[in-house]
């Protein structure tokens, strides 16, 4: 037994998974099949002392520290070669507070485990739109999703978080203690320490009217033009992103439009299924028939898990994104062109709106800074097929470059790979950046929490 693993393991209630043991395969595999890491060890913790021992043993034996919430990171950045992961995937429960309306959860929670909770008492937290998405790196990144526009940032609707620091000291950021930290971690990643505890603030979300609507190909230009004049107008209930997609070919997609390339809106409106209707309709009516409008009632946490039938562990993925301000007739020339040379049916384009309720805070009030953007856009090339990596990030760098000329400087973090150019952290957070290095001088010196998109920092 290594000397790092012969002082954790007596002080862990969870597992140190070790690379001897029969588990060490299942317990190193991230979501993102591409991501090949083999740490030292893995400490699965169970509460906050497990996390404080975790991390001075870590400290104290220098490796590299990695932190694990739910493993969903593009580039495997809850995971590290030759070094410890601080697992947190046991960490799952959650308490919902009907009176105050806040829900207070665990660091390995999937928004799923959150939505199902939520759920029962009419209330809902605004997270992404796959559910089996972690919680802890989607909210420090910032959380983008259908209730965006309504309700803010995932990271808008935190109230506090319990964190183990570089040094193993246990604290609590809110707007009242530590609000310096506060303010990093809505934002900044896991670059201040171990989250083990969120305290989000709750809304009244129950059924929604929502689901995909598909046009063929040669729509696209009419489509993405008139999504890109209805967004501003639609109220802040409607949370709706248009994507450039493939449709795939399997049930219960209709068969005589399987691998028909496509644009998609897909919409969830968080109200009375009849008004959605009827907003709906104002896009609808100023463009061609779709192939096929899927918009229905539906309970939230169907809506949330919808699409993870078609994203299951451990497919191939790479990761582009930019903030984007405005979408000229000459952009969507280009994403079109780009999208028509998607090597695989998974491959997409989303532009995720930002704008509402994201518009409402000022840039310097929390780390995430780019509220003036538009839209959020990702590119994801996704293969379950580990021969067409290459393809994949051919495609996903290609299309970037072809229309990041239009786009703004940074991107969300967390549609971010760890091969982007320097400079590019900085630029995402902006005039913000400074003001993160000093307080991550503060909190973490040694840059100790360095496996993230990483805040170098700054020197005294
Ligand atoms: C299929 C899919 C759909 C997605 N859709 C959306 C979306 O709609 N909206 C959106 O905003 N994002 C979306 N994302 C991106 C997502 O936000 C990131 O992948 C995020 O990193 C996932 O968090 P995680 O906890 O699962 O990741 P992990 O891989 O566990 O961790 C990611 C990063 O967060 C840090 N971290 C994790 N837990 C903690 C903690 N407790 N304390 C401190 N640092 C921690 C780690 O250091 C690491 O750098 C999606 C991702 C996937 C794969």
Not at 37 to 63: T, Y
Not at 309 to 321: A, D, E, I, N, S
Not at 332 to 353: F, G, K, N, R, S
Request: proline share 6%.
């Amino acid at each position: 037994m290594s000397d790092l693993a012969s002082t954790l393991k007596p002080a862990l209630r969870g597992r140190l998974i070790t690379r001897e043991d029969p588990d060490y395969e299942a317990a190193r595999a991230l979501y993102n099949g591409m991501i090949d890491k083999r740490p030292l060890a893995i400490a699965r913790c169970v509460d906050a002392a497990d996390v404080i021992s975790a991390v001075k043993a870590g400290r104290d034996h220098g490796v590299l520290i990695a932190i694990r919430g739910g493993g969903h990171n593009g580039p495997g950045l809850g995971s590290c070669d030759d070094g410890l992961v601080i697992d947190l995937s046991a960490m799952r429960s959650v308490r919902v507070d009907p009176v105050n309306r806040t829900v207070r959860v665990d660091p390995g929670c999937t928004s799923g485990d959150v939505d199902h909770a939520t759920h029962a008492f009419g209330l809902a937290v605004p997270f992404g739109i796959v559910a089996s998405t972690g919680v802890a790196g989607l909210t420090l990144g910032g959380g983008t999703g259908y209730l965006t526009r309504k309700y803010g940032l995932t990271v808008d609707n935190l109230l506090e978080a319990d964190v183990v620091l570089a040094d193993g000291r246990f604290v609590t950021a809110s707007a009242e203690h530590n609000a310096d930290l506060f303010w990093a971690l809505r934002g900044g990643g896991g670059n201040f320490g171990v989250v083990t505890s969120f305290l989000f603030r709750a809304h009244p979300v129950s059924m929604i009217y929502g689901g995909p609507i598909f046009w063929d190909a040669k729509n696209a230009k009419a489509v993405m033009r008139a999504y890109r004049e209805f967004l501003p107008g639609a109220p802040e209930e409607l949370g709706s992103f248009v994507g450039l997609k493939t449709v795939p070919s399997v049930d219960p997609f209709p068969r005589e439009h399987w691998g028909k390339r496509a644009c998609a809106v897909i919409s969830c409106y968080a109200g009375p299924a009849a008004q959605g209707e009827k907003e709906m309709a104002k896009l609808l009516h100023s463009v061609p028939a779709p192939l096929f409008n899927w918009m229905s009632a539906l309970p939230l946490p169907a809506m949330q898990a919808m699409f993870d039938p078609f994203f299951p562990k451990g497919l191939q993925w790479y990761w582009k994104g930019d903030f984007v301000k405005s979408l000229p007739d000459e952009a969507i020339d280009v994403h079109i062109a780009q999208a028509a040379e998607a090597p695989t049916e998974l491959c997409l384009m989303h532009l995720y709106p930002i704008d509402g309720a994201v518009r409402r805070i000022a840039k310097d009030e929390t780390a995430w800074s780019t509220r003036d953007a538009t839209w959020s856009m990702v590119i994801a090339g996704i293969s379950p097929d580990a021969k067409q990596a290459p393809a994949l990030k051919r495609w996903g760098r290609a299309y970037w470059q072809a229309v990041h000329a239009f786009n703004l400087e940074g991107a969300y973090v967390n549609f971010m790979m760890d091969d982007e150019a320097n400079g590019r952290v900085q630029a995402t957070y902006g005039p913000n950046y400074k003001r993160l290095a000093a307080i991550k001088a503060k909190y973490d010196p040694d840059n100790i929490f360095r496996v993230n998109q990483n805040i170098v920092p700054a020197r005294a």
